[in-house]
């Protein structure tokens, strides 16, 4: 090889060399620019480098790995549909589940301009959500203090509260969570205000809502109802007004197969839900919540006196 080709191919290595990322350093030797980069290379496997200060010196360190993006959470995608006989029937399939009907009633006095409280209203075991709408004369408590309130139509005439009632593996759960999505799309709501109210296994239901879905559920009725569900891992505290009657030949008083007492079943969610006993009956919650029960002497599984007495409780105890 003559002396301008060794030459050549010397400036070929050097040219290499500078081109390439330098695998000379090591972490903690030192270095001349903070932000300078450089890769490492132990036992055959190469590490990002970056000059970095550290106390009054300048030191190689290994860079920070790049921390995974967090999974954006996919809203359900919801499809609700208005009768076309009828505006107040609705059908609705949340993340393609089979569709569920309900009944909205919206009183005129509503304006989009001020937001309403929502309540979804749970019939009993054999019931039908007209039925419940009907007989309870909630429409009329609703035109009286101005809040919306949607009746679903449990599958079967009955709702998977957990330990009752239904056999069929329905996700009424995702249902009622749904309707909220979808009505608030459409309406005013008063997010400190969104409540679940039931009878029987309705109220059942209503305490797995709020084991379930506590981030949007802010208070529940229960009327002649048990703690049923499986399992209760509330995010917020839920208010709880529950109401028994001592004459109750359905849902004992003293509690059945299905679920303890009144008292037994508040005091479970209170402990789930992060609740202080402040009497024999009532318990302080975090973020202002209230639970209480109240025990009515001679009354059995039914009284038309509860409604307005649990709305009067629920419009008391908002959300903060």
Known sequence: MTRVSRIAALASILIVTLSSPALAASAGQSCKSVGTTSTSLVKGKKTSLVCTKVGKSLKWKAAAAALPAAPV????????????????????????????????HVPSTYSSATAVPLMIALHGHSWTAARFRDTSLLDQVADSKNFIIAYPD???????????????????????????????????????????????NGAMMAYRAACEISEKVTAIAVGAGTFAAFSCKPTKAV????????????????????????????????????????????????????????????????????????TNFLFAHPRS
């Open 154 to 200: 449990g599958e079967g005439s009955m709702w998977n509260a957990g330990n009752c009632c239904s056999t069929l593996g329905t996700d009424d759960v995702t249902l009622i969570s749904g309707m909220i999505d979808s009505i608030s799309s459409k309406y005013n709501i008063d997010k400190s205000r969104v409540w679940v109210l039931g009878h029987s």
């Open 239 to 310: 208010s709880v007004i529950e109401v028994h009657g001592t004459a109750d030949q359905t849902l004992s008083i003293d509690g059945t197969m299905w679920g303890p007492s009144p008292l037994v079943s508040a005091a479970k969610y209170a402990g789930y839900a992060g609740c202080s006993a402040a009497s024999s009956s009532t318990w302080t919650c975090p973020n202002g919540s209230q639970i209480q029960v109240n025990i009515e002497n001679g009354v059995g599984h039914y009284s038309q006196s509860w409604w307005a007495e649990m």
């Open 73 to 104: 959470p996919v809203a359900p995608k919801i499809t609700d549909e208005v009768s076309a006989s009828d505006s107040s029937l609705h059908s609705i399939s949340v993340s393609g589940s089979a569709k569920r009907s309900y009944i909205l």
